[in-house]
Every structure is written in C-alpha cells, then in structure tokens.
C-alpha cells in the first residue's frame, strides 16, 4: 500500500511541476508528506494556473521606446498586481512547506518590491526617454550597428557594464588605428620589429642633429666675431692719413700692449665702448656694481642677464639694467634673499613724499622690494624652468624639491633605488661641547671626514658648510693643525687645492656664502651640541639643544637653509653632535628653525634605512605624495585597466622578472624598472611607455629623456601600445636581449 500510495504522490508531483512550468525534482523520501501537503495546496495551485497568463501579461516589460502611454499603462499594472499580491502571499503561504523538497521555487515579490519598482521608474523615465532616442539616431546613422550589438550582446550578455566597455574600447582601437593606417598589414608593418629599429635610428639621428646644430651655433657665433669692423679694416698704406677708424684700432692696440703707465679700466672703457670695442668683445661678465662704474649710463648692450637676481638688491642692479636695451633676470626665489645680517635699520626711517613714474610704480615701493627679482616678477613675463640636473641622487634633492617647491621640480631617477641609496649619510660624534658657537670636537671630525673622503681613488670634490662663522673659523683650525701634524693629510689636501679648475678646489664656508657653489660631497657641520638642563643651579639629569640658528631663524631662514642643502651632486654628509629629537623648535618665530629641524629627521631616517618615517617627513612639509606610486594623472579608470607598464611587467614577471613600476621621488618617473637578476636590488633596465597620457614634443621624446636617464646609467627601450599588442612576445624577447646585454655589461 505505501508503494501505491508513493506512487500516487509522484504522479502529484509531476502535475504540478508541469502545471508550474518547473523541472522534476530529485526527492527520495518523505513522499507521503510531500502528497499531503500538494493535496492542501491544490486548489490555490488549481488557481494560480488559471490566473497565470493575466500575471506573467502583469510582470512584463513594456515595450521600448518607452512613450508617455505605456509609462502610464505599466504603472497601472503596477496597481493591478497590488490587488492581488493579498492572493500570491496566500499562496505562498500555502507553498511554503514544499520550499525544502523544491529548491526552484522563488520568493514572491512584496509590496516593497513594487513600491521600489515604481519609485526607479519615476526617477530614470527622462533617462529612459534619452536613451530611446540615442539608439534611434545611432541606428539611423549606422543600421548595421544594430546587428553588432545584438552579437556583442550575445557573446558577453553576462558581462558587467565597465567589462563591457573594456572589450568595446579595445575592439574600437584596434580598428581605429587599422583604419587610419591603411588596413592590417599597414598596421603590421607600422608597429612591428622593423617600426621599432627605424625608430630607434630616427632617435639617433636627432640627436645627431641636435649635437650639429650646437657645434654649428658656436662656429656661426667665432665667424661673426671674425667679422668685426676693426678686425677687418685695411692697414694704412704709406704716406697716407689714417682714416677715423683705423686711429681708434690703433689707440687700442697701443693700450692693450702697454707694460707700464696703463690707462684705467674705466677710462679705457668710456674711451671705446661706442668706437667698437663691443664688437670685439660683446660678452662681458661683470657684477652690477662694476658695471654701473665702467659703462657710461646708455644702452650699450643688446641684452643683460643678471643672474642670482634673488641676492641683487634693487638700488645694486637697476643701474645696470640702464646700460641695455633688454634685460633677462635670472633667479630662484626660494633661496638666498639679499644678505642684512650684519646690517642696522630703524623701524622710524624717514617719510619721503611718493611720486609716480611713468610705468605708474612707486619710487618708494620700487626700492623697498627685496630684491631684484622680486621687483621683477611683479613688472614682467617670467617663466619658470622645472628640472633639477645638479642631484645625482634623488634623495639629496627630495626635501628642498618637497619643502621649497611644491614637488614642483622635475628630478632624474637614479638606477639605483632611493632606498638603498647611500648618498644621504648621517655621521653622529659622541662627546662633543658647545661653547660660544664652536664644537672642536666636531670640527676634528669633519677633518677626518675630509682625510677619508680624499683617499679615495677617484678624487671627488668637497665643500664643508657650517651654520655660524665660528665654527667654520674652528673647523679651519683643525684642518691647519691636521696639515702639520700629518704629511699625508697635507699632500692629498694640497693636491685638491691645486685643481685647475677653482670649482674642483675644497672650501669651507658658513651659511651665508655657499650660493653659487657645488662640490660632488657636501659636508654639514652642525656645530650644536647637547647641554645639560640645570634648574637651581643643579642638573637635572636632562639634555637639550640650546635653539641659537643666527640668520637661519630670521626671516627666510628658510631659503638660506634651501640653498645649504641643495649644493650637492653625488653625496650629502651631516655631522652631529645631537639627536635631531633633542633640537626644540616651538619657540621660534620664523619657519626656518622648523624646517632645519625637519631635514635632520629627513636626514637621519633616510641614514637609518626607516624610509617610512622619512616619507612621513617628507608629507609633514609638502602637500605632495613623496615616492608615490600608481597613475599619476587621475582620471576615471576601467575596471579591468592595467596601464601599458603594468602589463608589460607581469609578462616579465612570468618569465623570472622582478620590476618595479613609476620609479622615482617627483613627477618625472620611470614607466617600468626592471630589476637586476644577480642583484635585485638594483635597476637594470628602465622601460619607457607613451600611452598618450602626457603631451610630449619630439625632442622631449627622442633627445631630452634618453639623455638625462642615460646620465643616471639607465638603458632604455621604448614600447608603444600599438607594438605591444601586435608584437608582443617580439617584444618580450628584445627586453630579455637587452637584460642579458645589460648583466654581462655590469659583470665586466
């Protein structure tokens, strides 16, 4: 009987699947329960079947374009399937039980459901209306296009909508730029093997030209000089008078070959300067100050470039400026400001009456600019230039770039990475005194600093910078007792002073006269030191730094510490006697004291290797991403967008290649570094990508950036898109060419 019994539970249960249109399920047990429960539910099924054409005409879609009538015949449809959700929630009741022996059996949609239906149909009908319209028009334009949207429609139905126009925008670039070349096989033939060698040997010959265009621009410049009038003049045949211009070759013949009894400069100048002496010599280098005193007061000179103008006061170079026709101004605000340290001043100076001159600026305000440049950034054109060349590594530039600059300035990365670097270096002296600004027992250091660092087999150049004169005068001391203590010493220092050229040559210096020098290592004396805390004339068992910065916690402070800092080329070496956590800035009135403090954080945590807590320096005094990574131009990204650099690595990647993306510390970065084998740690080779991100003229591209990369040692291919997805395993096995060429080069 309890076959019988299941058998008739089946035949049950086949009915109603085929009644509700869903398939058999696989059920094993229980069948008699099953029958019980579908005999309950049968007249609510008996129901459901018979209204089952009116629900699914309720539950369908209207038909697009979607006009104002079917907006307002599917929202009354709306209202009908309200009326009888009372009927379907009945029944899902009734059904509920057979939910665990029919897993296809879906909830039913509720109240809320509809009231979200037709709250989105109200807010995007407009949307709905524009998109009708869109479609219309773009099948008008191109009717075939219906067809390929039903196929992509077809082959990635399934797809989300950013994946969707990932495939598309692929597919469109890919045609595009068929199209625009001429078919397949022109595409081919533009970005293939041989694409890259012409353009290779089309970056070469650029910077052929470039270099024959220089060498040419210097013969075209002696040839004009050969044609100066009084170089040319015919001598003065026999018996015959002296024209007025041979007279004047004459006089300055006679005065240039005399031993004794010589004319002043300033009278030999006033004397010829209108007769053609400037056409034998047209360029003079000078200070505005001898300028002024040579040359009468009129426009002898085409142009005058006045360089350092941030240290020029106005009232030292406006005389200048009179001498020409034109006038080129040349400085960085950011660093030293017209020295007056040592200058008095009243803050109750004499009232003068203001007058106007004829550009309508002030006298008064005219002279009382800081400098130079100052004045002239608020009368005329300026432009700036953006790339730092000095800095061979980027760590001796990164806080001036961050501080100063904004993250502003252009730097070259070096192949090997900022955070094995070594150009930064903290050198800490235990035991040393602080006493009316000198610190012997640095300055002794310092020297045996200079003793190492001139022992070395390729000599570099040196410069010490101190933070006060005294300790310079101490450092001198020591250097004087060390050349007469030890031969060694004094042979290897005397042979650096002997350089031929004087920017080869050591120097110690103080703060306020290191503009304009560089040197390969620049060595800081701090001179500070720790001082035991007393209160009540007792120690206290405390240390602190006392928080004496002379002309580095005035005003600009800040800019005269910038230009200490930025004097190096390859290395960077900071002499303390004190922890930078000892030096209490809170005090100080200016923003000089708190950078100061901040580059010895930067300093001393870029020494010891903590590069997080030297990035964190670096984000507390710039509003920039130190060593950031990523895209750099922000823009709205695909879902599944890799840029160029991206891909081309983790192909090397899967080949045994580590790489690393956007190397460098400013905005000028490498694409895509390729790591060492032997040596992963250092750079091997650095992979340039043009995606049409950055406007890049030809010789940017085929001149500037391969040289100033090869002046960091890198070796660099250059990948397009085009090429990568035409060639690409071409391409990968170049790159390994390349590497291998790249390691067998370094090995030897």
Same mark, same amino acid.
């Given at each position: 009987m309890?076959?019988?019994?299941a058998?008739r539970?089946?035949?049950a249960i086949?009915?109603?699947?085929q009644?509700?249109?869903l398939?058999?399920?696989?059920?094993?047990?229980?069948a008699?329960?099953?029958?019980?429960?579908?005999?309950?539910?049968?007249? /609510?099924?008996d129901r459901?079947?018979d209204?089952?054409p009116?629900?699914?005409?309720?539950?369908?879609a209207?038909?697009?374009?979607l006009?104002?009538?079917e907006?307002?015949?599917?929202?009354?449809?709306i209202?009908?399937?309200?009326?009888?959700?009372? /009927?379907e929630m009945?029944?899902?009741? +009734?059904?509920?039980p057979?939910? !665990?022996?029919?897993?296809?059996?879906? *909830?039913l949609a509720?109240?809320?459901?509809?009231d979200?239906?037709?709250?989105?149909?109200?807010?995007n009908?407009?949307r709905?209306v $524009?998109?009708?319209?869109?479609?219309?028009?773009?099948?008008?334009m191109?009717?075939?296009?219906e067809r390929?949207?039903r196929?992509?429609?077809a082959h990635?139905?399934?797809?989300?909508?950013?994946?969707m126009?990932?495939?598309?925008?692929?597919?469109w670039?890919r045609?595009?730029l068929?199209l625009?070349?001429?078919?397949?096989?022109?595409?081919h033939?533009f970005?293939?093997?041989?694409?890259?060698?012409?353009r290779e040997?089309?970056r070469?010959?650029?910077?052929? =030209?470039?270099?024959r265009?220089?060498s040419?621009e210097?013969?075209?410049i002696l040839?004009k000089?050969d044609?100066a009038?009084?170089?040319?003049?015919?001598? !003065?045949a026999r018996y015959?008078?002296r024209?007025p #211009?041979?007279?004047?070759?004459e006089q300055?013949?006679?005065?240039c070959?005399?031993?004794r009894?010589?004319? &002043?400069l300033?009278?030999?100048?006033?004397?010829?300067?209108?007769?053609?002496?400037?056409e034998?010599?047209?360029v003079w280098?000078?200070?505005?100050?001898?300028?002024?005193v040579?040359?009468?007061r009129?426009?002898?000179?085409?142009r005058?470039?006045?360089?350092?103008?941030?240290?020029?006061t106005?009232e %030292?170079?406006?005389?200048?400026l009179?001498?020409a026709?034109?006038f080129?101004?040349v400085?960085?605000e950011?660093?030293m400001?017209?020295?007056?340290?040592?200058?008095?001043?009243?803050?109750d100076e004499?009232e003068? #009456?203001?007058?106007?001159?004829?550009?309508?600026?002030?006298? +008064?305000e005219l002279?009382?600019?800081?400098?130079?440049?100052?004045?002239?950034?608020?009368?005329?054109?300026?432009?700036?230039?953006? /790339?730092?060349?000095?800095?061979?590594?980027?760590?001796?530039?990164?806080?001036?770039?961050?501080?100063?600059?904004?993250?502003e300035?252009?730097?070259?990365?070096?192949?090997t990475p900022?955070?094995?670097?070594?150009a930064?270096r903290?050198?800490? =002296?235990?035991?040393?005194?602080?006493?009316?600004?000198r610190?012997?027992?640095?300055?002794?250091r310092? =020297?045996?600093?200079?003793? *190492?660092?001139?022992?070395?087999?390729?000599?570099?150049?040196?410069?010490?910078?101190?933070?006060?004169?005294?300790?310079?005068r101490t450092?001198?001391?020591?250097?004087?007792?060390?050349?007469a203590?030890?031969? +060694?010493f004094?042979?290897?220092? $005397?042979?650096?002073?002997?350089?031929?050229?004087?920017? #080869?040559?050591?120097?110690?210096?103080?703060?306020?006269?290191?503009?304009g020098? *560089?040197?390969d290592?620049i060595?800081?004396?701090?001179?500070?030191?720790?001082?035991a805390r007393?209160?009540?004339?007792?120690?206290?068992?405390?240390?602190?730094v006392p928080?004496?910065f002379?002309?580095?916690?005035q005003?600009?402070?800040?800019r !005269?510490l910038?230009v200490?800092i930025s004097?190096a080329?390859?290395e960077c070496? =900071?002499?303390?006697?004190?922890?930078?956590g000892?030096?209490?800035?809170g005090?100080a009135?200016h923003e000089? &004291? !708190?950078?100061?403090? *901040?580059?010895?954080?930067?300093?001393?945590?870029?020494?010891a290797?903590?590069?997080?807590?030297a990035?964190?320096?670096?984000?507390?005094? %710039?509003l920039?991403?130190?060593?950031?990574?990523?895209?750099r131009?922000?823009?709205?990204?695909?879902?599944d967008?890799?840029?160029?650099?991206?891909q081309?690595?983790?192909?090397?990647?899967?080949?045994?290649?580590h790489?690393s993306?956007?190397?460098?510390?400013s905005?000028?970065?490498v694409p895509?570094?390729?790591?060492r084998?032997?040596?992963?740690q250092?750079?091997?080779?650095?992979?340039l990508?043009?995606?049409?991100r950055?406007?890049r003229?030809?010789?940017?591209?085929?001149v500037?950036f391969?040289?100033?990369?090869?002046?960091?040692? /890198?070796?660099?291919p250059?990948?397009?898109p085009?090429?990568w997805?035409?060639?690409r395993?071409?391409?990968?096995? #170049?790159l390994?060419?390349?590497?291998?060429?790249?390691?067998?080069?370094?090995a030897?």
């Amino acid at each position: 009987m309890g076959r019988l019994r299941a058998g008739r539970g089946w035949k049950a249960i086949d009915a109603l699947c085929q009644r509700l249109g869903l398939p058999l399920p696989n059920v094993a047990q229980d069948a008699e329960r099953i029958a019980s429960e579908l005999e309950r539910s049968a007249p /609510w099924v008996d129901r459901l079947a018979d209204d089952m054409p009116a629900l699914s005409a309720l539950h369908a879609a209207p038909a697009l374009p979607l006009s104002v009538t079917e907006f307002e015949r599917f929202k009354e449809r709306i209202r009908l399937l309200r009326e009888v959700l009372h /009927w379907e929630m009945e029944l899902k009741k +009734r059904t509920l039980p057979l939910k !665990r022996y029919f897993q296809n059996l879906d *909830e039913l949609a509720t109240s809320a459901h509809l009231d979200e239906l037709a709250d989105r149909l109200e807010e995007n009908f407009g949307r709905l209306v $524009e998109s009708d319209e869109i479609l219309r028009r773009l099948l008008e334009m191109l009717p075939e296009s219906e067809r390929a949207l039903r196929a992509f429609e077809a082959h990635f139905g399934e797809a989300s909508e950013s994946r969707m126009e990932t495939l598309l925008l692929a597919r469109w670039a890919r045609d595009h730029l068929s199209l625009t070349l001429g078919g397949e096989e022109k595409l081919h033939a533009f970005a293939g093997r041989d694409a890259r060698k012409r353009r290779e040997r089309a970056r070469r010959l650029r910077q052929e =030209v470039e270099a024959r265009l220089q060498s040419m621009e210097v013969q075209r410049i002696l040839s004009k000089l050969d044609e100066a009038p009084l170089l040319n003049l015919p001598e !003065r045949a026999r018996y015959q008078r002296r024209t007025p #211009e041979q007279a004047v070759r004459e006089q300055i013949l006679k005065e240039c070959s005399k031993q004794r009894r010589l004319m &002043p400069l300033r009278a030999f100048v006033r004397s010829f300067a209108g007769e053609g002496l400037l056409e034998l010599l047209p360029v003079w280098l000078l200070s505005p100050e001898t300028m002024a005193v040579l040359f009468p007061r009129e426009a002898y000179f085409d142009r005058i470039i006045i360089d350092e103008a941030s240290q020029c006061t106005v009232e %030292s170079g406006f005389p200048a400026l009179m001498r020409a026709k034109s006038f080129v101004v040349v400085g960085d605000e950011k660093q030293m400001p017209p020295s007056r340290f040592f200058q008095g001043g009243s803050d109750d100076e004499e009232e003068f #009456e203001t007058e106007q001159d004829d550009d309508g600026v002030r006298s +008064r305000e005219l002279f009382s600019s800081e400098s130079l440049l100052t004045l002239s950034r608020s009368l005329c054109r300026h432009e700036g230039l953006k /790339w730092h060349y000095r800095s061979k590594d980027e760590s001796l530039i990164a806080f001036s770039n961050h501080a100063m600059y904004g993250a502003e300035l252009l730097t070259i990365p070096a192949s090997t990475p900022i955070e094995i670097s070594k150009a930064l270096r903290w050198v800490h =002296v235990e035991g040393a005194t602080y006493d009316k600004g000198r610190n012997p027992v640095e300055a002794e250091r310092v =020297v045996d600093l200079l003793d *190492e660092l001139l022992a070395r087999e390729e000599k570099p150049s040196i410069g010490v910078v101190t933070f006060n004169i005294q300790q310079r005068r101490t450092i001198l001391d020591a250097i004087d007792e060390r050349l007469a203590a030890d031969p +060694r010493f004094r042979r290897r220092w $005397e042979e650096a002073n002997a350089a031929e050229s004087i920017d #080869e040559r050591p120097f110690v210096k103080n703060l306020e006269s290191v503009q304009g020098d *560089e040197r390969d290592i620049i060595v800081f004396s701090l001179g500070h030191a720790p001082v035991a805390r007393k209160r009540g004339g007792k120690e206290t068992g405390e240390f602190y730094v006392p928080a004496r910065f002379g002309p580095l916690g005035q005003r600009g402070g800040e800019r !005269r510490l910038n230009v200490a800092i930025s004097r190096a080329k390859s290395e960077c070496i =900071v002499v303390s006697s004190f922890d930078p956590g000892l030096l209490n800035v809170g005090r100080a009135k200016h923003e000089g &004291p !708190r950078l100061f403090k *901040e580059f010895l954080m930067f300093a001393y945590h870029t020494c010891a290797g903590d590069h997080e807590l030297a990035r964190a320096v670096l984000r507390r005094v %710039s509003l920039a991403d130190p060593y950031g990574s990523g895209e750099r131009i922000r823009r709205r990204q695909l879902e599944d967008y890799l840029p160029l650099s991206a891909q081309i690595g983790l192909a090397l990647e899967e080949r045994g290649h580590h790489f690393s993306q956007d190397v460098g510390a400013s905005s000028f970065r490498v694409p895509l570094a390729v790591h060492r084998p032997d040596q992963p740690q250092r750079f091997s080779l650095a992979v340039l990508t043009n995606e049409g991100r950055e406007a890049r003229s030809v010789f940017e591209s085929a001149v500037h950036f391969p040289a100033v990369l090869a002046s960091r040692g /890198w070796k660099m291919p250059e990948i397009t898109p085009a090429e990568w997805m035409i060639d690409r395993d071409a391409i990968l096995d #170049e790159l390994e060419r390349l590497l291998n060429e790249a390691q067998a080069a370094a090995a030897e």
